[in-house]
């Protein structure tokens, strides 16, 4: 069911495109002279229609037996998936520069800028930790975000040996891979590196260093394996999103960035809550969590026939892979109760267009960034 698979990659409208699209379908009649519409409204009638065939193929639930499978045997099912497929299935995603301008700062400082101006304020120089909690959130905010531009030019090794403490899920701070970075991004289920490596090509700022993590130890090796592959500014790394007791090679609050793309939704609902609040403890005060995911009713989930649903907008493939089905508030639960803060939080309605076979399929997903507070209410 390779229908039912992410790269949703939004059309490319020129150079560049704006976020969301800017091509919309005013005349019906023309739907079929491009290959994808923007910001598609969906009528009472289709929300409806969608609903009741969600509906339809959840009324037989796949049997208990083979759900506990599914699960326990998960690496299994994505291991071979990449054993087929291997780096050629999914396209690099290099539209998420425009989505996620945050993946490429060094890009972006004109941008940031202006948000400075936008806010009548200068940055200010920021402070040692010496000065304390006492330092107001707004000059917090703004030396993170200054950091963030400055990105001061250094090498880093790759640390060979990384000290860490399973139990509490610390390392120590002063020996991990990317210890020296000035910004550091996570991808969590980075797959065969469709997002990282377009961010090493594209971020070419020395003081960036990347970490990506998926559940196969076959994704990863093919990662590692890529050409493009550079241990000197990237660490892949096999980790099991909901293992609470394996860490991540990294300390608590050492992250600019997380990454989620189309990779929340292969996990079992029960376990999403958990697996996000680990990640948020990763994050800076200031850091963000990206995510961009599938949206209730996306075609995807209306596709899905009777005896594939395992629980509630939770569905298994035909090669044994699992996806769930989002609501804006869903994720927002998830994000706030891992105590982050919204920044955005929206639905991407797009309607892609079969030329040759006159078919519409419309897709939904949806994106979300979300802030750690700048001050912890234990500060």
């Known amino acids: 069911m390779a229908g039912s698979y992410p790269e949703g990659a939004p059309a ?24 994808a519409w923007d910001n598609v409204e969906w ?76 806010n009548k304020s200068e940055v200010p120089e920021c402070r040692n930790n010496e000065d304390g909690p006492g330092l107001i959130m707004e000059e917090q905010h703004k030396c993170s975000l200054k950091k963030s531009l400055e990105h001061k030019t250094q090498t880093f090794p790759v640390e060979e040996n990384v000290t860490q403490k399973i139990s509490d899920l610390e390392i120590c701070a002063d020996e991990f891979p990317g210890s020296s970075a000035t910004y550091r991004i996570l991808e969590v289920g980075c797959g065969v590196g469709n997002t990282v490596f377009p961010i090493l090509q594209t971020n070419n700022d020395p003081g960036l260093f990347v970490y990506c993590c998926d559940f196969s130890s076959t994704a990863i090796e093919l990662v590692q394996t890529n050409s493009e592959y550079d241990p000197s500014r990237c660490l892949a790394f096999v980790h099991d999103l909901c293992d609470e007791e394996k860490s991540y090679p990294v300390p ?17 609902p029960d376990k999403m809550q958990k697996a996000i609040n680990r990640l948020s403890r990763l994050l800076k005060p200031g850091g963000m969590m990206l995510l961009r995911d599938y949206g209730r009713y996306d075609m995807a989930q209306l ?30 639960t998830l994000f ?28 939904v997903w949806i994106q979300c960034k979300y802030c750690k507070p700048l001050l912890s209410s234990t500060s």
């Open 336 to 363: 706030t109760t891992a105590g982050l803060e919204k920044v955005q939080n929206l639905v991407d309605r797009r309607l892609q267009v079969n030329r040759g076979k006159q078919l519409t399929m419309y897709r």
């Open 252 to 268: 608590k609050g050492s992250l600019d960035i997380i990454i989620l793309i189309f990779v929340l939704s292969a996990i079992v």
């Open 303 to 332: 596709r899905f026939k009777k005896g594939q649903c395992l629980s509630g907008n939770f569905y298994v493939r035909g090669d044994g892979t699992r996806v769930y089905f989002f609501t804006q508030e869903e994720l927002d």
């Open 43 to 118: 009528s009472e009638e289709q929300a409806a229609a969608a609903e009741r065939k969600v509906q339809e193929n959840s009324i037989q639930r796949v049997c208990q037996e083979k759900q506990v499978d599914y699960e326990i045997n998960a690496h299994k099912y994505w291991n071979d998936f990449y054993k087929i497929h291997e780096n050629g299935f999914f396209k690099d995603r290099h539209w998420l520069f425009t989505e996620f301008p945050e993946l490429a700062p060094s890009q972006n400082q004109n941008h940031l800028k202006a948000w400075f101006l936008e």
């Open 12 to 35: 490319v409208l020129a150079d560049k495109r704006q976020q969301f699209g800017s091509r919309f379908l005013r005349d019906p009649a023309r739907v079929f002279h491009h290959n």
